[in-house]
């Protein structure tokens, strides 16, 4: 069983930056591919961004490239998502999201259906 705790999200000016973190309890973390995926409001879930078991290999969504960076300690058993540059088109609830059947990034890491945990959200608020 993994569980996820999201943390770091609030309200930031635009242009901003924001760090989120997502900490991560039980034995699998180190050798799961995981992602980041986001939720405006009225809108569906969508994918933001993806890491591999190592944290060697990532891919972001074209909206987020060069603003985004996504990163995660192994020995914390936590991964990041540094958002700089922050638009007001970035408001959403992100989550977290751990994929216990791959370690390497692929399409299915870019699919929140593939996904068998995650975190309970935390917001984002960019003003203009």
């Known amino acids: 069983q993994v569980q996820l705790v999201g943390s770091g999200g609030g309200l930031v000016q635009a242009g901003g930056s924001l760090r989120l973190s997502c900490a991560a309890s039980?034995?699998?973390?180190?050798?799961?591919?995981m992602g980041w995926f986001r939720q405006a409001p009225g809108k569906e879930r969508v994918f933001v961004a993806t890491?591999?078991?190592?944290?060697?290999?990532?891919h972001y969504a074209d909206s987020v490239k060069g603003r985004f960076t996504i990163s995660r300690d192994n020995a914390k058993n936590t991964m990041y998502l540094q958002m700089n540059s922050l638009k007001p088109e970035d408001t959403a609830v992100y989550y977290c999201?751990?994929?216990?059947?791959?370690?390497?990034?692929?399409?299915?890491?870019?699919?929140?259906?593939?996904?068998?945990?995650w975190g309970q959200g935390t917001q984002v608020t960019v003003s203009s």
């Open positions: 999201a751990a994929n216990t059947y791959r370690s390497e990034i692929s399409a299915a890491t870019m699919n929140g259906r593939e996904y068998e945990y």
């Open positions: 039980g034995r699998i973390f180190n050798s799961n591919a």
């Open positions: 890491i591999n078991w190592s944290g060697t290999n990532t």
